[in-house]
């Protein structure tokens, strides 16, 4: 009895040691009599109790790793301490189990090397603008160093770029006096477009003023010429009626009586306006000169009309 519980005790170490469940994302590398043997993908595996042993497991998921900061020297010799972080993935177990005897390590000093190489060949001013060079170029030189441990180098980020404390600052009064020169600047674009805003709107104004007047000149001609025409045209009217009126039976009586009026309000006129009155000497030319007006009149009367249109 004790025989057989002692082979069931063997036959239940031997099953558990034989199966081997691997998780999702997960690689174990088994070594049989200390050679490498398989390695296991996730799921259920079976192995040789006490003749396979898994000697190596990775995780193949996507591994952050921080680089350490350390100073690098600039092409022209300035101390700037850098820091970074790496995403690695083991892609090849077996390469990862014995490429390397300890391949993060070897990832992060390769990392550091080459950072010093590349922003040694860079001026200060430019690591700060070609970040993204920078981590190409690292992750470059990394990815064909580690596809002998298995390791596909995925991305590489600068974290903080520091430069000393006195070049910190000298790049900050740069940084204020860059952004006083560019207010200033800006201050006198709109000064100076201010200036060519207000010449405009007197120039407009100026032609609109002008233009103004030059109508109004226009229409005050226009109103003189039209009151001249309605002067002319009433006068011409009132000669018109004055002369069919002397054409009527007494008409001669009548204009010898308004020129004789006429003739003696102009000289009573003289009279008002005057100390001194200058009177012809022969009082008879003033019936002379009622006779020529009449004659004028009687004349008029002989005229043949005008012809009707």
């Known amino acids: 009895m004790e025989i057989v519980l002692v082979l069931l005790v063997i036959a239940a170490l031997f099953v558990v040691r034989s199966i081997k469940v691997v998780p999702q994302q997960h690689a174990w590398v088994v070594e049989r009599l200390g050679k490498y043997h398989v390695t296991l993908s996730p799921g259920l595996n079976f192995v040789v109790p006490f003749v396979d042993r898994v000697a190596h497991t990775h995780s193949l998921k996507e591994i952050p790793l921080d680089v350490p900061s350390q100073v690098c020297i600039t092409k022209d010799n300035t101390q700037l301490t850098v820091d970074g972080i790496l995403y690695f993935q083991v892609t ?12 993060i390590v070897a990832i992060t000093q390769l990392a550091q090397t080459t950072l010093r190489s590349v922003i040694g060949k ?5 690591t700060f603008e070609e970040r993204a060079a920078i981590n190409a170029a690292v992750v470059d030189a990394l990815d064909e160093a580690a596809v002998n ?8 980020e600068i974290k903080d770029l520091t430069p000393p404390g006195e070049i910190l600052h000298a790049m900050q009064a740069q940084i204020t006096a860059e952004r006083e020169k ?20 007197e120039r407009e104004a100026a032609i609109a003023r002008s233009e103004g007047a030059k109508q109004a000149e226009i229409n005050k001609a226009q ?9 002319a045209e009433a ?10 009126a002397i054409r009527e039976p007494g008409g001669d009586a ?3 009586l308004k020129v004789a009026e006429r003739a003696i309000e102009a000289y009573a006129g003289l009279a008002r306006s005057s100390t001194a009155l200058v009177v012809p000497g022969n009082l008879s030319e003033v019936s002379g000169l009622i006779a020529s ?7 008029g009367q002989k005229a043949p009309a005008p012809p009707k249109p």
């Open 254 to 256: 009548a204009v010898q």
């Open 182 to 201: 560019r207010a200033l600047i800006a201050a006198s674009e709109g000064r100076r477009q201010e200036q060519i805003n207000i010449a405009t709107g």
């Open 149 to 156: 441990w298995g390791v596909k180098v995925l991305r590489y």
């Open 92 to 103: 090849e177990a077996m390469r990862a189990s014995y490429g390397s005897s300890n391949y």
């Open 235 to 244: 006068s011409a009217d009132a000669i018109r009626t004055i002369a069919a």
């Open 122 to 126: 860079m001026e200060l001013d430019r």
């Open 223 to 231: 109103g003189e010429a039209a009151a001249i025409e309605a002067v």
């Open 293 to 299: 007006a009449l004659n004028v009149v009687q004349h």
